[in-house]
């Protein structure tokens, strides 16, 4: 009976949030995906590329491993997508570990192929290392990488932002001094790591303004396919979990179908309430996972083109 009531509840707040949808214009969403490492993971990749292609998302971006692991695995996914699809693409560049030379070359790689958009980051550490340090002669920042985009070519260039703070800061004021460098530099925009209170969001956006930072900075959604997961790789990478989210997954271990409801229902609702306070681009982190991406967007008023409902 209790999970019958709680099922009810989340489809009232389902409703809620379609009936809202008519008041609040659809955001411009944009979709990050994940290079495959095996062929059944390739598989489940462009199947959500081929699901999520038609809703006609702002840009699509494809990331890099720890140490640039799946460096050659994100160029081959990215020139696929140009060949195979009409989406705006953007490749993630890191610049730990590497030399500049190869980092300048594979720059010139994504341009002649006809990629614009970099997302430019520092990027973790290589696998055994305890830090970034960068190989002599190669870029020490990722405000450094992205002044050597500059030179190289007029690249529309996406950098990272920390609503939390960056994990290897010295603090929350050094951190953000770090996403001046890097906007100065040359930076298009910055996305930020995702968060889950949008409170901190909004302060963060807050001290941006006073520090005065005008580029565009957009909040990074994740959407909790796996809670456990999403624990263990927050924990990383600096990222809160809210007792509140904790308590909306206890006992949907055994229930995927009500874990995607809850999930769509929070990303949903953080997006709706960031757009009340006039934000209205989001990048959604899919994990190359099709169908909770699509419920959200579909919930957000994004529909292939020619659709319309019945």
Same mark, same amino acid.
């Given at each position: 009976?209790?999970?019958?009531?709680?099922? =009810?509840?989340?489809?009232?707040?389902?409703?809620?949030?379609?009936?809202?949808?008519?008041?609040?214009?659809?955001? *411009?969403?944009?979709?990050?995906?994940?290079?495959?490492?095996?062929?059944?993971?390739?598989?489940? #990749?462009?199947? +959500?590329?081929?699901?999520?292609?038609?809703?006609?998302?702002?840009?699509?971006?494809?990331?890099?491993?720890?140490?640039?692991?799946?460096?050659?695995?994100?160029?081959?996914?990215?020139?696929?997508?140009?060949?195979?699809?009409?989406? *705006?693409?953007?490749?993630?560049?890191? +610049?730990?570990?590497?030399?500049?030379?190869?980092?300048?070359?594979?720059?010139?790689?994504? =341009?002649?192929?006809?990629?614009?958009?970099?997302?430019?980051?520092?990027?973790?550490? %290589?696998?055994?290392?305890?830090?970034?340090?960068?190989?002599?002669?190669?870029?020490?920042?990722?405000?450094?990488?992205?002044?050597?985009?500059?030179?190289?070519?007029?690249?529309?260039?996406?950098?990272?932002?920390?609503?939390?703070?960056?994990?290897?800061?010295?603090?929350?004021?050094?951190?953000?001094?770090?996403?001046?460098?890097?906007?100065?530099?040359?930076?298009?925009?910055?996305?930020?790591?995702? +968060?889950?209170?949008?409170?901190?969001?909004?302060?963060?956006?807050?001290? +941006?303004?006073?520090?005065?930072?005008?580029?565009?900075?957009? %909040?990074?959604?994740?959407?909790?396919?796996?809670?456990?997961?999403?624990?263990?790789?927050?924990?990383?990478?600096?990222?809160?979990?809210?007792?509140?989210?904790?308590?909306?997954?206890?006992?949907?271990?055994?229930?995927?179908?009500?874990?995607?409801?809850?999930?769509? /229902?929070?990303?949903?609702?953080? /997006?709706?309430?960031?757009?009340?306070?006039? #934000?209205?681009?989001?990048?959604?982190?899919?994990?190359?996972?099709?169908?909770?991406?699509?419920?959200?967007?579909?919930?957000?008023?994004?529909? %292939?083109?020619?659709?319309?409902?019945?």
């Amino acid at each position: 009976m209790a999970g019958a009531l709680n099922r =009810w509840l989340l489809q009232e707040r389902v409703n809620d949030l379609l009936l809202r949808k008519f008041d609040t214009p659809a955001p *411009a969403i944009s979709f990050e995906f994940v290079p495959p490492r095996t062929n059944m993971m390739e598989q489940r #990749l462009w199947h +959500c590329i081929r699901r999520l292609a038609p809703l006609s998302p702002h840009f699509v971006s494809v990331t890099y491993g720890a140490g640039g692991t799946t460096q050659a695995g994100t160029f081959s996914t990215v020139l696929r997508m140009k060949q195979e699809t009409d989406l *705006a693409l953007a490749a993630h560049l890191t +610049c730990a570990g590497t030399t500049r030379r190869d980092v300048d070359d594979l720059a010139r790689r994504y =341009w002649a192929a006809g990629i614009r958009h970099i997302v430019a980051l520092r990027g973790d550490p %290589p696998t055994g290392s305890a830090n970034a340090t960068p190989q002599p002669g190669g870029y020490a920042y990722a405000s450094d990488l992205v002044a050597g985009l500059r030179r190289i070519a007029d690249f529309e260039i996406s950098v990272a932002a920390y609503p939390e703070t960056h994990p290897a800061a010295l603090g929350p004021d050094a951190d953000l001094d770090n996403l001046k460098r890097k906007l100065d530099a040359g930076a298009t925009r910055a996305i930020t790591q995702y +968060c889950f209170d949008t409170k901190t969001y909004l302060r963060f956006f807050d001290r +941006c303004l006073a520090a005065g930072i005008t580029a565009p900075i957009i %909040p990074g959604i994740m959407p909790v396919s796996n809670y456990g997961q999403i624990v263990r790789f927050s924990a990383l990478c600096g990222v809160t979990i809210p007792d509140w989210l904790t308590e909306l997954f206890e006992g949907t271990v055994e229930n995927p179908e009500l874990r995607r409801i809850i999930a769509s /229902i929070v990303a949903v609702e953080q /997006i709706r309430t960031l757009q009340a306070y006039g #934000l209205n681009a989001f990048h959604i982190s899919t994990l190359n996972r099709s169908d909770l991406t699509y419920a959200i967007a579909h919930l957000l008023g994004a529909r %292939p083109a020619g659709q319309h409902a019945a």
